[in-house]
């Protein structure tokens, strides 16, 4: 069972997901290795795409069929072919060993279970080769938990192919016994004479990680913190940082 199952909105994440603020980010760690790049929670390939194209010899990987079928459709014709696997990250279980893996867009908090939150950062670890680093960005908690405040809010209205748009609109709640954030995104797809064609609506839960908990938690299970920026320019994390980017060494 999926906490968010994008399965249900790949055909259309692209539209509402159109950002490139982080890609600089890791392809500025990515150029600086020799070896392979695994991007965990990758998806429909935002980041990836960008990574080919500078020539890293990536693995993607996530478990929803149909996100890594819109990568698959997208990496048609590119040169720089990736590996792509549909595996659940936290039974990551690959025949290569990694000199950079990373994950991006906050991802790492849609695992809830903590249970699992170890699971997965042991299977990382032992997919790093000696010295090789992992990076995972997370949001900082006190900044996003400002809008986990169960009001509808609209997320934008986003051009589609042909002429149709896309407005994302969602609500949601904090709830302190579990540290975990609960709501609904929910999508309609309006023609070129504003009329609606489709609805549909997403269940959203994701934990809220605090520094602390996600710092105790790499190093038991054997990473070296390297550094925690605050943002996508490397700017130190304080408490009023959007961002946790944590860079870990094995
Ligand atoms: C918010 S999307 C981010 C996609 C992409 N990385 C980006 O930046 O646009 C989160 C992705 O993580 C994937 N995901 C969530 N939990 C996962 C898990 N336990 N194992 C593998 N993939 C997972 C989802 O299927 C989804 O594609």
Known sequence: MKNIDFDFVADIYDAYVAVGFDIGFFSKYAKEIKGKTLELMCGTGRVSIPLLNNGIDLTCLDYSQEM??????????????????????????LDEEYELIYIPFNSFSEIVDRD???AALARIFDHLAQDALFICTLYN?????????????????FPMEPEESLVVSYYNHYDD????????????????????????FLDIHFSLLSRAAFEKMALESGFAM???YGDYD?????????YMNFVLEK
């Open 68 to 93: 890594l079928r819109v990568l698959e459709r997208k990496t048609i014709g590119l040169s720089n072919q990736p590996r792509i696997v549909c595996q659940d990250v936290c039974e990551l279980k």
């Open 116 to 118: 699992k939150q170890k």
């Open 141 to 157: 908690p006190c900044y996003r938990i400002k809008t986990a405040d169960g009001l509808l809010r609209i997320l934008g209205r």
């Open 177 to 200: 016994k579990t540290e975990a954030v609960k709501g609904m995104q929910f999508y309609e797809i309006y023609d070129s004479k504003n009329v609606l064609i489709d609805k549909r």
């Open 226 to 228: 390297r550094d925690v």
């Open 234 to 242: 490397c700017a130190p994390f304080s408490e009023e940082s959007i």
